[in-house]
């Protein structure tokens, strides 16, 4: 007996309730399924089907021994998938979320240097800010910088995000430097607005956490904006290093309150939660994590950011 194959036609059986209905779907006779079935039944040494003239139903025991199969073939299938993919070539159309700044300032070239390596794939970039529905959407793929929270989908990390407070040093010159933390409440605070709390600045020290409410002349939805404001003088802002990494290499910025840092967040490749993946996601998400990496590049005139 193929118990594989024996298993498999079990499992068929059950879900349409019918010998005929599995024989035609399988292309073998009414009577090799009901053969099957049977040899199956006296291997277990137990009932799974009960049979009438008019009807099929699963048995206690056959009812266990169906989630059970059917998830083992899964399984299988599964595996079966993932071997397939791992030998295939990247291929197709490969739909991307990504937020603005990060996509024109870093994954652009990622993109092309990918494209490269894998030129059977082609990218669909949308750049937004806002938060986006991987499933509803459609999205292979959508690059996330956050704390996450539980969810069915997957997440990888790729490379981590430091958020660091910073101004321009003519605006420290003309405005004084914060000693401490509360002083950043009466300077001119460029805040992001698509925090949860944009005019609330959590910053950790020698003495813990600290909360201080901050406001400004501009709250935007975008961190060039922040970033442009913070190099014309007109304040001091809280954003990522991959922003403001380039602009703490030419001087244009500088770093306030470096005994005090921000949490780290991450940057993560977000997908749906599939039995398994394309080779043009795989392949995009393991790039991804090998060009920016736990040092990203944007971070090799920050390394004096504490965290």
């Known amino acids: 007996m193929d118990r594989l194959n024996s298993m498999s036609l079990f499992v068929e059986v059950a879900k349409s309730n019918s010998f005929t209905a599995t024989a035609d779907k399988i292309g073998i006779s009414r009577a090799q399924v009901s053969k099957s079935v049977m040899q199956l039944e006296k ?8 049979r009438t003239t008019r009807r099929i139903s699963l048995t206690e025991t056959g009812r266990i021994y169906y989630e059970r199969c ?7 299938e599964e595996i079966e998938g993932i071997a397939s993919e791992q030998t295939s070539t990247p291929h197709g159309t490969l739909t991307l979320n990504v937020p ?5 300032l870093h994954l652009n070239e990622a993109i092309s240097v990918y494209i490269k390596h894998y030129p059977q794939v082609q990218i669909s970039l949308s750049l937004a800010d806002r938060f986006v529905d991987v499933v509803a959407e459609g999205f292979d793929l959508v690059i996330r910088i956050a704390e ?3 969810s069915s989908l997957i997440a990888r990390k790729i490379a981590p995000c430091q958020l660091v407070l910073c101004a321009s040093p ?6 004084g430097e914060p000693g401490v933390p509360q002083d950043l409440a009466i300077h001119n605070c460029l805040t992001y607005s698509n925090n949860l709390k944009p005019n609330i600045w959590e910053l ?3 003495d813990g956490k600290e909360s201080i409410k901050v406001s400004g002349s501009i709250s935007a939805d975008n961190g060039d904006i922040l970033k442009t404001a913070a190099v014309s003088g007109l304040g001091i802002t809280l954003l990522p290093t991959f922003i403001v990494g380039s602009e703490f290499c030419s001087g244009q910025l500088q770093q306030v309150l470096p005994d005090y840092y921000s949490s780290e967040i991450s940057i993560y490749a977000i997908f749906p939660s599939r039995r398994y993946l394309s080779a043009k996601v795989r392949t995009f998400v393991d790039f991804l994590s090998d060009y920016f990496g736990e040092s ?5 005139c920050c390394q004096n950011v504490s965290g």
Request: aromatic share 10%.
């Open 170 to 175: 003519d605006y420290i010159k003309k405005n």
């Open 70 to 76: 059917n998830a083992i073939l899964q399984d299988i």
């Open 296 to 300: 990203p590049y944007w971070d090799k």
């Open 43 to 50: 291997h277990l040494g137990a009932r799974l089907l009960n």
């Open 100 to 104: 603005t700044s990060f996509g024109i």
């Open 204 to 206: 950790q020290g020698v």
């Open 148 to 150: 996450l929270e539980d």
